[in-house]
């Protein structure tokens, strides 16, 4: 949903707790919570290879 976090303060424990009341597969969360900006990129790769 576009407004998982609309007008709020994302931090990582509040992430926690949104991912955890999410129907998510169990073994999913744990990945999902690991995820930082330092260590996940997402689609930027695939976006900028779109550009070139």
Not at 5 to 17: I, K, L, P
């Amino acid at each position: 949903p576009t407004d998982f976090t609309r007008g709020t303060r994302v931090e990582a424990d509040g992430m926690t707790q949104r991912l955890d009341r999410l129907p998510l597969p169990e073994a999913e969360k744990p990945r999902l919570k690991a995820m930082t900006p330092a260590n996940y990129i997402g689609r930027a790769v695939t976006l900028v290879d779109e550009l070139k």
